[in-house]
């Protein structure tokens, strides 16, 4: 009974101290007050897409209804960390940068698909392609014209 | 101990309620498994709360419901961790707790692939009265469950339990293999075990309309399960296996339900497991935690 009381407590200890750790490590590289982490290691991984995912059109692009269905993905999956509007805060970085919005529609496909484990952006293939392209759609569209590629790069 | 138990159980209670009624709720995008696990972990700082049953017929006893709570956080990426207390009642018997487990997931692969592994690894605590039917394991059977609670409750196990999960997502459809290795460490032999499932959206594309009954909050599927014998006694000799359809549904309130049929194959298998569960995710849980030890999150 005993051993049965110490080994419950371990694991709650542990499972406690997860939880702490995992959020000190989350927030020890982040600048102080509400600034949003700006990393370029993460925007980094943009270009770390393969020629023939970043070149993938948008198959959704002409579909009307993609920024708006992207935008309730985006605030049920994304907004808890990118910010409301994407702006970015200490989770996670803005997506109205240049960086994101220069990007092609296939490397940010290929960016959710793939996550960035090592960096907090979990994988998002667990959203079936089409709510990805929708989501894409979305994050593009938030960009404005000044900035914003919404095509694929042509090859060479 | 049994003092004890209530008050942890009290604990978790009070916990989970206050969980659940502060921080903001997410879509949850949860697999409809019961048994099986695909290669998605929560994610970072979010906690689901979730609560199962397992309501069973019993050849020659009494039928059962037994229960289980689980929290599942996401500490990384890369890394899930969860910790369960699970229980049960036996009709006309008595309804007893039967111990927790601590369970970790972790992606071994930093990106998606056709095949994405993920490592699983579980401690157990519980005595012989557990009726959860997590995982079938070695020569589980029906007739194993037909000891009095009294009884059953005198066994202590510690287990550790190892998953390879191999999972893919192929066109909306989520495939998944686990293989199951699970050691008691007092001096038993290593059991094996499997699961398998599949599973997929109704619809792939998401409404541009917040909705409560669009099929993509819908997830069906099917998932098998069973034991593969022991290190002395490979093979499907002697093991029970089940198959059972599989459905969830997850509101946009950050609720899943979650509903399972099973269906025992061989005549040493529980002819009929009917499972059904709750959940509900909470996003930035890791964040609130990290503000009451005074962190700036």
């Known amino acids: ?156 | 101990m049994a003092s004890f138990c209530r008050l942890v159980l009290l604990g978790f209670f009070s916990f989970s309620l206050s969980a659940v009624f502060s921080p903001p709720p997410a879509l949850a995008q949860e697999r409809p498994y019961f048994v099986a696990y695909d290669h998605y972990l929560e994610e970072p700082g979010n906690l689901e709360i979730e609560y199962f049953s397992t309501y069973g017929i019993q050849r020659g006893g009494n039928n059962f419901h037994a229960f289980w709570t689980e929290c599942e956080y996401g500490a990384t990426a890369w890394w899930t961790t969860e910790f369960y207390l699970d229980g049960q009642t036996t009709f006309h018997d008595s309804t007893v707790f039967t111990g927790f487990r601590w369970e970790n997931r972790f992606r071994l692969l930093k990106r998606e692939h056709f095949i994405n592994p993920v490592l699983y690894v579980e401690y157990e605590n519980k005595n012989g009265a557990d009726k959860i039917l997590k995982e079938v394991e070695g020569h589980d059977v029906e007739a194993d469950f037909l000891v009095s609670n009294a009884e059953a409750q005198k066994e202590h196990i510690h287990e550790v339990e190892l998953k390879l999960i191999l999972s893919s997502t192929f066109k909306g459809w989520n495939f998944t293999e686990n293989t199951l290795a699970a050691k008691n460490l007092s001096n038993s032999p290593w059991e094996f075990g499997y699961a398998l499932g599949a599973s997929r959206p109704l619809a792939l594309k998401a409404s541009a309309k917040r909705c409560t009954f669009c099929p993509q909050n819908f997830i069906g599927g099917v998932e098998m399960y069973g034991g593969l014998g022991d290190r002395h006694n490979f093979g499907l000799h002697d093991t029970s296996h089940y198959l059972a359809p599989v459905l969830a549904w997850n509101l946009p309130s950050g609720w899943t339900l979650r509903i399972s049929p099973g269906f025992g194959l061989n005549d040493i298998s529980h002819r009929f497991l009917m499972r059904w569960g709750v959940s509900r995710e909470i996003t930035g849980f890791g964040s609130m935690v990290s503000r009451l030890f005074g962190g700036h999150q």
Request: proline letters at 10%; aromatic letters at 6%; one cysteine or more.
């Open chain 1, 1 to 156: 009974m005993k051993a049965a009381a110490t080994a419950l407590a371990v694991s709650i200890s542990f499972l406690a101290a997860s939880v702490v750790l995992a959020q000190s490590r989350s927030s020890g590289k982040s600048p102080v007050g509400a600034t949003p982490i700006y990393d370029p290691v993460i925007y980094a991984e943009l270009q770390k897409a393969p020629e023939k995912a970043r070149n993938r059109p948008n198959p959704l692009q002409n579909d009307a209804d993609a920024v708006a269905a992207g935008a309730i993905l985006f605030a049920q999956h994304c907004a808890e960390c990118h910010g409301n509007s994407a702006e970015g805060s200490r989770k996670a970085p803005s997506l109205l940068v240049p960086e994101v919005q220069t990007a092609t529609p296939g490397a940010l496909f290929w960016l959710l698909t793939n996550g960035v484990v090592r960096k907090r952006m979990p994988v998002w293939s667990k959203l079936p392609e089409p709510q990805r392209w929708q989501l894409v759609r979305y994050i593009k569209s938030l960009g404005g014209s000044a900035t914003a590629v919404d095509s694929p790069v042509p090859k060479p």
